[in-house]
């Protein structure tokens, strides 16, 4: 089997692995970007819904060495976000090897080098790569979670992860259910009822939430202050903004979100709406599902139960 040797191999074409190979190649290190998918970037491509934004400014998105263009929104989005990143591998002339798996690496001993096993499933041959170094940039959100909740097995509506939701075009005046109260289950709540779906969501646990102009302006103030003073302020604008959430079923965590989101616990909820229809009762709050009953019915922590069309879960 041929060995294919470069100094530098990087897992995964996402937007860590595309940034460093930019990186790599603008110094003139020679290096390889092996994707399992048939394309860069196929979180934001395939497993996202259509309206979806960057959440930050893209003063704090742009890759390495390669600003947005001017004419860009402030809040870039999916789209137009496809065409930069397109445009940065075309830039920097990044080399990326698609529907490549790696099945194992590990250091050869007799030449101190990685050694990659690959399949390859374009040509349905298996590969050998060697290298000096290894970057692994497989991604944080690469794999979809379901919950193992008693019944789902048996649940007769339709299931499914968040990664699989487009738009709720097909879901106007059914009972749905977002499991998950982060970036994607707020935003896939909020749309589902603009559809016209009956929508709940679940949630869990205690969760900063703030509007994306609010986000912006703390990422700029963490330039010149403090993470502690700039939760504080954060703190404050979420509570002008939306007052005490704890009747709608939201309640904040003790620590700050950016203190949070340092220590890679939490990250904060950036807000597009979902809070609003939360108060105005045309999206319900429910807590933890406790199991799902005959049917389409769900079960929740505090004995409430509800019938639902479809689950989708936002982990």
């Known amino acids: 089997m041929q060995i294919i040797e470069v100094p530098v191999v990087i897992v995964g074409a996402g937007l860590a692995g595309i940034a ?10 020679s290096n390889i970007v092996l994707e ?4 860069p970037a196929s979180l934001w491509r395939k497993r996202v819904y259509d309206r979806l934004k960057l959440h930050l400014g893209k003063d704090f998105c742009s890759l390495p060495h390669y600003p947005f263009p001017s004419d860009f929104p402030k809040f870039v989005p999916r789209v137009d976000f496809l065409r930069y990143i397109d445009s940065y591998i075309a830039h920097f002339s990044i080399a990326i090897n698609y529907n490549c798996s790696v099945d194992s690496a590990f250091i050869d001993q007799s030449s101190g080098k990685w050694r990659l096993l690959v399949t390859n499933n374009s ?3 298996d590969e050998i790569y060697e290298a000096e170094f290894l970057v692994v940039a497989s991604g944080e959100n690469s794999e979809e979670y379901i919950p193992n909740i008693k019944g789902l097995e048996s649940y ?5 992860h968040c990664s699989k939701y487009l738009n709720g075009r097909e879901m106007y005046k059914k009972n749905i259910l977002v499991v998950g109260c982060g970036n994607s289950g707020m935003e896939i709540t909020y749309d589902l009822s603009n559809w016209g779906a009956y929508t709940s969501i679940v949630i869990r646990s205690q969760v900063h939430y ?4 609010m ?20 703190v404050l604008m979420s509570k002008l903004k939306y007052g005490n959430m704890f009747k709608y079923g939201l309640t904040r965590p003790k620590e700050g979100p950016f203190a949070l989101k340092i220590k890679g616990s939490t990250t904060p909820t950036i807000d597009v709406g979902c809070v609003e229809k939360i108060k105005k009762g045309k999206v319900k709050v429910y807590p933890g599902i406790s199991s799902i009953k005959e049917g389409k019915v769900v079960k929740f922590v505090d004995g409430q139960h509800a019938h639902f069309d479809a689950i989708i879960f936002a982990i």
């Open 215 to 234: 986000v912006y302006v703390g990422m700029l103030m963490l330039k010149h202050f403090m993470v502690k003073k700039v939760d504080k302020m954060m």
């Open 156 to 160: 007769q509506g339709e299931s499914m």
């Open 36 to 39: 399992r998918d048939d394309c």
């Open 20 to 29: 460093t190979a930019g990186c790599l190649n603008k110094h003139r290190i």
């Open 123 to 125: 040509s349905g041959t």
């Open 210 to 213: 703030f509007t994306k102009e």
